[in-house]
C-alpha cells in the first residue's frame, strides 16, 4: 500500500483526518552526501522544497551525511517517532524484521523496468505491510542498482571474487559472496572508502550513486557496472514515521503525499542515469569498467539460489513465498 492509497483508505486512522491549524517542523534523515549531486539527497530536498512551497504552515529539515542519526539507527528512531522521515535502504533493518532482507536479494531485480513492476506487484504489497506493521509507512518507493568492484581485479565471474575480503550489503549478499570464496567485511556504504584506503577489505558492493558520491574510483582498479544484467538492486524508499504523519492535518499530508508522488517521478527518471554517471565518472578516473554478460550473471543466480535463497526461504517465514513472488515478476 502506497501513500496515495493510504490517503484514499483511511488505513492511518481516524486522527490523521482531524485537520488543525499547527504548524509543523518535521526532520529527516539520511546517510549520504548532502550538496554533492546526490540524487537520494536530491529526492529528499525536493519533498522538502515542494511541502514548503504548498504553503501549509509544514517545514522538513533535512539532516544529510548520517549527521543527525547513524545509517542503522534511523528505522528504530522512525519506530518510536523520534524521527520523522528517512531515505533508508530498508535492508538495514532487517535484524529486526528478517522480511526485509528480500529487497537487497541476489538477481531478484534484474533492471530499471524491472524494479518499478516490482512496485505494483504482491512482493511489495508484502513488504510494505511489514513495514506499516512496525509503525512506519512509505511515502515514495526508490530502487537502486548497483554494482561490484575490486582493488585487486575485475569481478565477472564467481570466481573472480575468491579469497578477498569484502563489503557485502545485506546478510544474503554476503551469504552468495561467501558462497563463490569470498570472506566478508560488514559496514555502511558510507564506511567503504576508508576501509579500502586502509586495506581493511579489497572488495566491495554497493549501489551507483554511492560508488559515485563516496569517491571510491580513488580506491579500485575495476568496476563492474550493473549493465543490462545487474545482480545488484536495493530498495531505498523515502519513508515516515507514523506518528509524525498522524499529527499532520489534512492539507500538511496532502501536500506531503503531492511532493512524494512528484520526488518518487523524479528518481525514476535519474535512476537510470546514475549508472551512466558512474560509468562516466570512472571511465575518467582511469578505472577499468566492465559489465556481466546473462552468462556471468546466471552463474551469481545459481549460486545465490544455493546460498542467499535457500536460507532465506528456510529461515524467514513466509521467506519461500516471497521469493516466489518476485520470481514471478517478469
Known amino acids: ?5 493510504i490517503l484514499v483508505c483511511g488505513a492511518i486512522g481516524i486522527s490523521a483526518l482531524a485537520s488543525t491549524s499547527q504548524a509543523e517542523t518535521l526532520k529527516a534523515s539520511h546517510q549520504f552526501p548532502g550538496g554533492k549531486g546526490d540524487v537520494r539527497d536530491e529526492m529528499i530536498q525536493m519533498i522538502a522544497k515542494e511541502v514548503s512551497a504548498a504553503e501549509v504552515d509544514l517545514t522538513i529539515k533535512v539532516y544529510p551525511g548520517s549527521s543527525l542519526y547513524k545509517p542503522k539507527e534511523q528505522w528504530a528512531a522512525m519506530t518510536k517517532g523520534r524521527l520523522d522521515i528517512s531515505l533508508f535502504p530498508l535492508a538495514y533493518a532487517s535484524g529486526r524484521h528478517p522480511k526485509f532482507d528480500a529487497t537487497l536479494m541476489p538477481g531478484l531485480v534484474k533492471n530499471h523496468d524491472h524494479a518499478a513492476r516490482l512496485n505494483d506487484s504482491a512482493f511489495m504489497q508484502e513488504i510494505k505491510k511489514e513495514v506499516e506493521a512496525a509503525g512506519v509507512i512509505v511515502l515514495a518507493d526508490a530502487w537502486l542498482a548497483g554494482g561490484f568492484a575490486s582493488a585487486k581485479n575485475c569481478i565477472l565471474d564467481p570466481e573472480d571474487i575468491k579469497g578477498q575480503k569484502t563489503r557485502a550489503a545485506g546478510k544474503a549478499f554476503e551469504r552468495m559472496l561467501a558462497g563463490a ?23 566491495a558492493n554497493t549501489s551507483s550513486g554511492s560508488f559515485v558520491s563516496y569517491r571510491l574510483y580513488e580506491q579500485v582498479s575495476c568496476v563492474t557496472a550493473p549493465g543490462d544484467n545487474a545482480l545488484w538492486f536495493m530498495y531505498q524508499p523515502v519513508t515516515m514515521s507514523k506518528q509524525s504523519w498522524d499529527k499532520l492535518n489534512t492539507a500538511q499530508q496532502s501536500a506531503l503525499a503531492a511532493a512524494s508522488e512528484k520526488a518518487e517521478q ?62 514471478s515478476v517478469e
Not at 500500500?1 to 492509497?5: G, P, R, S
Not at 570464496?181 to 572488495?203: F, K, L, N, R, V
Open 181 to 203: 570464496g569470498a570472506s566478508i567485511a560488514s559496514m555502511p556504504s558510507s564506511e567503504i572508502y576508508t576501509a579500502m584506503q586502509t586495506g581493511t577489505i579489497d572488495a
Open 266 to 327: 523524479y528518481f525514476s527518471k535519474e535512476a537510470k542515469g546514475l549508472d551512466q554517471k558512474m560509468v562516466d565518472t570512472f571511465t575518467k578516473a582511469g578505472i577499468k569498467t566492465v559489465t556481466m554478460s546473462t552468462e556471468q550473471a546466471e552463474k551469481w543466480r545459481q549460486i545465490a539460489n544455493e546460498t542467499s535463497y535457500k536460507v532465506f526461504s528456510e529461515a524467514v517465514p513466509g521467506g519461500k513465498e516471497l521469493i516466489d513472488m518476485a520470481l
Open 1 to 5: 500500500m502506497n501513500i496515495k492509497q
